[in-house]
């Protein structure tokens, strides 16, 4: 198995620019997160999703978009990138909710200048 | 609500020497915790869970913590730290079942380990 696969590993934005974020995890699990890691910080979640077609926000998910079409994939959407989006994402999924392991890809560094 | 404190943002250990990271947490729920290891540029990686088994709980690479209900505390330790234990490490309190979005994380330990 390969786990949690991020892409890119890192990219740099000009403001207003968007990208997405892709995650996938092959694992089959239900539960995907969404995180951003800024410096000198734990994580924050973004958003969720308990299952293909359902997504939730989590704490921070102002200027972020997601959709869950198939279990394995959860992309993050980024629409017009500002300065304040400069972190680097992670994204995880665990079987079920609350309670359980989460599994971590490796992070996308993103830059926004 | 629930809560995360890691006491120290910074911890510097000799080679050989035990390990102590300390993690406070605040709960109005029997929690789930964690904790997370992440080496330099890479991802997560679980080091242990508490899930209201046993009270000691151990973990990967010698590592082991304590669930103390009385003093709200989930704190790290390992007897003999080792050069590869060099890392950031995280606290991590899960609401009840369900709750997907109640993950709390702390704001992390950097560990130093020096030869």
């Known amino acids: 198995n390969a786990g949690v696969t991020q892409t890119p590993k890192f990219r740099i934005l000009k403001i207003g620019q968007s990208m997405t974020l892709q995650c996938t995890q092959d694992?089959?699990?239900?539960?995907m997160y969404w995180y951003r890691q800024d410096p000198g910080m734990g994580l924050k979640l973004i958003y969720y999703s308990v299952g293909a077609g359902i997504t939730d926000k989590g704490e921070v998910p102002n200027g972020y978009n997601v959709s869950r079409s198939t279990t394995e994939d959860f992309p993050l959407r980024l629409e017009l990138a500002a300065p304040s989006q400069t972190s680097v994402y992670f994204c995880a999924s665990s079987p079920s909710g609350s309670g359980e392991t989460q599994y971590f890809g490796p992070g996308t560094r993103l830059l926004v200048l | 609500a629930q809560s995360v404190t890691q006491l120290d943002s910074h911890v510097s250990v000799s080679e050989g020497t035990p390990v102590l990271l300390r993690c406070n947490y605040s709960s109005s729920y029997s929690p789930s915790l964690f904790w997370y290891v992440q080496h330099p540029n890479k991802g997560l990686q679980l080091l242990l869970k508490?899930?209201?088994?046993?009270?000691l709980v151990k973990g990967i690479n010698g590592f082991e913590a304590e669930f103390k209900k009385s003093e709200t505390s989930f704190h790290l330790t390992k007897p003999s730290a080792h050069m590869s234990d060099a890392a950031e490490y995280f606290c991590v309190v899960s609401g009840p079942s369900g709750s997907a979005r109640q993950l709390t994380f702390g704001s992390g330990t950097q560990l130093t380990v020096l030869p």
């Open positions: 694992m089959n699990h239900n539960y």
């Open positions: 508490y899930t209201s088994a046993a009270t």
